[in-house]
């Protein structure tokens, strides 16, 4: 492997290195400056050229991952390697990391995207010149499982760092909501990217992110935002013996019930930093009421049935069906958005399924079936897909 990448920063020490990147997309051109890192190899700063070309860029601990086209890449920082599709590849540079800034080698832009996505991107050496086109959607062969390439879904595991969120006797010893949360989106992760759909994480480690900032994960290029909960009631009468599942998209509450699983939800801010809860509950309406004058409040309630109904079949529990509340986590989100209580954590047996290796498996599958399903929904609605220039209703 060492030997691989040294033989790759000689080939790519012989190219010329030009002093700016041009990239070239149907949305205009960009100048991205090329500059030497700590070694002296070519470098350009992620962030411009995710803003480029209309992807994102995500650093968790010694990871960055970065989205184009869809296509994932994760960097190991400081290491002349990267992943795609589960795949370690070497690079004649390293990802690193100046001035709070994450800077990818040159050739990533130079040979690894013109190698990855050749329909898509071309370099011209020479020129120092980085284009993209768009490929129609009649030209896109669609995936397995019927859908156009090209979608990416923000997965939001609630709860986590200082917020445990729910803990339960029912839960193994040690476990809280934060870990469930966590585990399930991973596996979620790994079920959607599986089906060719790309993913982006609100968090991928026991980490806090304030209510507010979740849902800017979702940004242009995301199609949809799915937060991951599990439910409780307090300690009352019976309290154990209620079980089930149900899914919220945001709109103002219509039952106590879902009233108080709003509250229980937002009271997650009281862990957040002070200027957090700035946020004033008059804004809160607004957005509210701005919400139910768009198409989001439609197809969020349409991603919610149809995780209720795929959900149906595997559950141990009763299904609950789809609910409105005004979670601060969903506001944010500039995309069709819903919030999912998995499970009951107060009762035995949807605690067993929400920690059980098993379980989460069914769970996982059932949502990446039903988000599958929603997005197949939509492309014949729109008679297109991501790649071809069709988004989410904006």
């Known amino acids: ?50 803003a ?97 390439p090209g979608h990416l879904v923000t997965l939001d595991p609630g709860h986590g760092g200082v917020d445990p969120g729910m803990r339960s006797p029912q839960f193994p010893r040690g476990i809280t909501e934060s870990d469930i949360t966590l585990q399930i989106g991973l596996l979620l992760r790994q079920e959607l990217k599986r089906r060719g759909i790309g993913v982006v994480m609100t968090r991928t480690t026991d980490t806090l992110i304030d209510l507010d900032d979740r849902g800017t994960y979702c940004k242009e290029s995301c199609d949809l935002f799915v937060s991951i909960h599990v439910n409780s009631l307090p300690r009352r009468a019976g309290y154990y013996t209620r079980n089930g599942f149900e899914t919220y998209f945001l709109a103002e509450a219509k039952t106590e019930e879902a009233a108080r699983v709003e509250q229980m939800e937002n009271e997650a801010i009281r862990f957040e930093r002070p200027h957090a809860s700035a946020a004033s509950v008059e804004g809160l309406d607004f957005i509210l009421k701005d919400l139910q004058l768009n198409e989001y409040l439609r197809e969020s309630a349409r991603l919610a049935e149809l995780i209720q109904d795929h959900l149906d079949p595997i559950h141990t529990g009763e299904n609950l069906g789809v609910k409105q509340a005004g979670f601060r986590v969903l506001t944010t989100a500039r995309r069709p958005a819903v919030l999912v209580e998995l499970g009951y954590g107060t009762n035995s047996g949807d605690a067993r399924l929400l920690t059980t290796p098993r ?21 014949r609605k729109t008679g297109s897909a991501a790649d071809s220039g069709a988004r989410a209703p904006k």
């Open 52 to 148: 480029a070309l209309n992807g994102s860029v995500q650093t968790t601990g010694a990871w960055a991952e970065v989205i184009v086209a869809r296509q994932s890449f994760r960097f190991l920082l400081g290491a002349s390697v990267f992943t795609l599709n589960d795949r370690l590849e070497p690079l004649a540079g390293a990802a690193s990391i100046a001035r709070d800034t994450l800077f990818l080698p040159l050739q990533f832009v130079a040979e690894v995207l013109p190698r990855v996505l050749a329909e898509r991107f071309r370099y011209d050496p020479a020129a120092g010149r980085f284009t993209e086109s768009v490929p129609a959607a009649a030209t896109v062969a669609r995936l397995p499982n019927g859908l156009l």
């Open 1 to 50: 492997m060492i030997a691989l990448a040294l033989l790759l920063a000689a080939a790519a020490s012989a190219h010329h290195t030009p002093g700016a990147l041009v990239v070239a997309t149907p949305r205009g051109e960009s100048r991205l400056p090329v500059v030497a890192d700590w070694t002296g190899s070519p470098v350009v700063a992620a962030p411009m050229l995710a």
């Open 359 to 379: 379980g989460q498996k069914s769970l996982t599958a059932a949502v990446a079936d039903a988000i599958v399903a929603y997005l197949i929904e939509y492309e």
